[in-house]
């Protein structure tokens, strides 16, 4: 009986941190901003329950665009990661082995050794006027004057998928380094090729690690701040730019709430929607990221 007794208060002691950072770090907050989302301002320092800050959002063009075109960006972002980041993580998990495979997988994690605000500085410069790119455009012949690269939706989605890379690049090689090679070679010696075992064995193997990939770099993508403002400029048009604005420029903080609410809701339907898509359950996939 004092065994078991023990072991719940151990096993108690244990998730106790864990359950007070959840409750009061992301429960407690994301409630109160709930609530806070309902409250509509009728005088001075009045507010009472109501649906007028969502109803704003559906009246205003440019927040419902905005919106869209957030969600439409950061699906292109995750799709465009994904193509680059799976032959990155084949070649580390099947091909690459000892101080190779080790060496490609710091490559990939050297960029995060600094704050995203550094990167993103980076690439500022790189892809400005008077940058580093526009200065080998002009010096190889293929412009004639200063090119500008920066304040465009290539800029944007160029550093977004620079940001997520890792996060994709890692879910993916976990799952590929579990697929046996004698499951390929049967798939060649069956009259398989490339592209048939590549669709028949190897993506399906891999879908866990795609999905939580996918997922991870959407998430992060579509609640990014920093890179559609500093790569974007005012072309950025990103919805937390407009979260942003009804906190801290205009003091709205019910509308605000509203809108955090409201990217809340898209990025669980994305999810839950790519689950369904792709047959995989949440667990299956949590254990791939």
């Not at 090119?147 to 997520?164: M, T």
């Amino acid at each position: 009986m004092m065994t078991k007794q023990a072991s719940r208060l151990t096993l108690f002691l244990l998730l106790a941190p864990a359950i007070l950072w959840l409750g009061l770090l992301i429960v407690l907050p994301h409630v109160e901003i709930l609530v806070l989302s309902f409250s509509e301002r009728v005088a001075p320092r009045v507010y009472a329950f109501g649906f007028g800050n969502y109803l704003e959002f559906f009246t205003e063009p440019l927040y419902w665009r905005t919106f869209a075109r957030t969600a439409f960006m950061s699906i292109l972002v995750t799709a465009l990661t994904l193509v680059l980041a799976f032959p990155i993580a084949l070649y580390i998990a099947r091909v690459a082995r000892g101080r190779v495979k080790a060496m490609l997988l710091l490559l990939c994690l050297l960029p995060f050794w600094v704050s995203e605000l550094v990167r993103t500085l980076g690439w500022m410069m790189l892809l400005r006027e008077t940058g580093v790119i526009s200065y080998a455009l002009r010096a190889v012949g293929l412009a004639d004057k200063p090119v500008e690269l920066l304040y465009n939706d290539g800029a944007v989605i160029l550093g977004l998928v620079y940001g997520g890379l890792l996060f994709m690049i890692v879910p993916l090689a976990n799952a590929l380094e579990s697929l046996e090679p004698a499951v390929v070679e049967a798939g060649f010696d069956l009259g398989g090729s490339r592209w048939t075992v590549l669709r028949r064995i190897v993506i399906p193997h891999a879908m866990p690690g795609i999905v939580a990939g996918s997922i991870i770099v959407f998430m992060l993508t579509v609640g990014n701040f920093a890179t559609p403002v500093l790569l974007g400029g005012k072309n950025g048009l990103w919805f937390t730019e407009q979260i942003y604005a009804q906190f801290i420029t205009r003091f709205n903080w019910p509308q605000g709430a509203a809108f955090g609410m409201l990217l809340l809701l898209l990025s669980s339907a994305i999810v839950w929607l790519g689950l369904r898509l792709t047959g995989q359950s949440l667990g299956s996939t949590l254990k791939q990221a």
